[in-house]
């Protein structure tokens, strides 16, 4: 986002900073929640704007993993810090695992499943392989909490969420429940 700042009377332009802003988080049961992203294939400016953006909308969500898929963007990116200080940011740019080894169970939530948790089981360890944000190809061997998380972002870029490993009972309650919210939520506003 773009914010003007001044007029600059030597070249008789406006000038512009950017400025960080929050996007809206789509929530399940969202059908564009389920849209494939395809990959990015240049790294520049404006997709670092992106990547700022989602950073700063997942620290203000409390959240920890956020795939642009749930901003509504429809590229293969994530970002991901899960420190307790929020001080150890992760941006995978066309993230593919390479190897799994071990399971894990995690009590999943996700920013577009708000208010659930549910117990999912996932690979321990991963090697994945993406590229960072200045667009330099790594592996990174992840373990634990981020190897589940970047799992379950992978996932979100494929059009998958964590309520499709519950039962079909589980994810239809949780479906009603978010449906019920949203509708008294409409009701408040009008
Ligand atoms: C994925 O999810 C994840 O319901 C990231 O009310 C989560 O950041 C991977 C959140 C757990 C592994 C373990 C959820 C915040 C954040 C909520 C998130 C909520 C507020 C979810
Ligand atoms: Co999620």
Redesign the pocket.
């Known amino acids: 986002m773009f914010q003007r700042i001044d007029f600059d009377p030597k070249q008789s332009r406006l000038a512009y900073v950017q400025i960080m802003a929050k996007l809206k988080i789509l929530e399940f049961p969202d059908p564009r929640l389920r849209t494939k992203a395809t990959p990015v294939d240049v790294v520049d400016d404006k997709l670092r704007a992106l990547v700022d953006d989602m950073f700063e909308t997942?620290y203000a969500?409390?959240?920890?993993?956020l795939a642009a898929t749930q901003v509504d963007v429809h590229k293969r990116l994530l970002v991901a810090d899960v420190s307790a200080d929020n001080d150890d940011p992760y941006v995978l740019i066309n993230p593919e695992i390479l190897e799994k080894e071990g399971t894990i169970v995690?009590d999943?939530?996700?920013?577009s499943?708000?208010?659930?948790?549910e117990e999912v089981e996932r690979a321990e360890h991963i090697k994945v392989r993406f590229l960072e944000r200045d667009g330099t190809e790594v592996k990174l061997e992840a373990t634990g909490?981020l190897a589940?998380?970047i799992q379950?972002?992978v996932d979100h870029l494929d059009g998958k969420l964590f309520v499709d490993y519950l039962s079909e009972a589980k994810r239809q309650r949780i479906r009603k429940k978010l449906l019920k919210e949203r509708r008294q939520q409409a009701a408040v506003i009008a």
């Open positions: 997942m969500a409390s959240g920890i993993g995690t999943e939530g996700c920013l499943v708000p208010g659930f948790y909490l589940v998380c379950h972002e």
